[in-house]
T-cell receptor, first 113, second 111 residues
């Protein structure tokens, strides 16, 4: 069966510090991978998605970037965090263009102080 | 045209009652409509989903009703239980790789 992991689970970072959040998927090959941000009590904002290694599509121009160095690894980064980067970051995956079901990871709670 | 509008924002239901959450969309190219359930501090979990060629899908106490002509779909939770208290999101698949999410409904079921 497929499993999606995210780490860390919780992160507290000062403004201006760098960020690296990691997501890995097990049990599937060539998944589509997604990063979402969820502000407190709000909906899901799509940040990036990737359909293959090195292929990144950005949905919202901002302080963040994403990379996909391996088939089942998706990384969200920032060089300098802003207060507004605080939120709940969710990684998700789906299998290829034919499957429409999307599955979410457990999330990373980021607090920027 | 890429939005999915969800209502109500919050909902309080007595135990044993029916919870109803509604979503509306504009883009007729949407081809898949899932509902997700999210508990505090957790990632959303797929609850039930429907394709536009089906008018209703039922899984246990959860039912999706789909009205293609009105471009609306809804989630019905029968015999609502306190354990159903969570935030529910509707979504629509946009035909390529993207999913458009509603803004969420916070459901509280009173014991």
């Amino acid at each position: 069966s497929q499993t999606i992991h995210q780490w860390p689970a919780t992160l507290v970072q000062p403004v201006g510090s760098p960020l690296s959040l990691e997501c890995t998927v097990e049990g599937t090959s060539n998944p589509n991978l997604y990063w979402y941000r969820q502000a407190a009590g709000r909906g899901l904002q799509l940040l990036f998605y990737s359909v293959g290694i090195g292929q990144i599509s950005s949905e919202v121009p901002q302080n963040l970037s994403a990379s996909r160095p391996q088939d089942r690894q998706f990384i969200l980064s920032s060089k300098k965090l802003l207060l507004s980067d605080s939120g709940f970051y969710l990684c998700a995956w789906s299998v290829g263009p034919g499957s429409k079901t999307q599955y979410f990871g457990p999330g990373t709670r980021l607090l920027v102080l | 045209q890429q939005q999915v509008k969800q209502s109500p924002q919050s909902l309080i239901v007595q135990k044993g009652g029916i919870s109803i959450i509604n979503c509306a969309y504009e883009n007729t190219a949407f081809d898949y409509f899932p509902w997700y359930q999210q508990f505090p501090g957790k990632g959303p979990a797929l609850l039930i989903a429907i394709r536009p060629d089906v008018s209703e899908k039922k899984e246990g106490r959860f039912t999706i009703s789909f009205n293609k002509s009105a471009k609306q779909f809804s989630l019905h939770i029968m015999d609502s239980q306190p354990g159903d208290s969570a935030t529910y999101f509707c979504a629509a698949h946009s035909g390529t790789y993207k999913y458009i999410f509603g803004t969420g409904t916070r459901l509280k079921v009173l014991a």
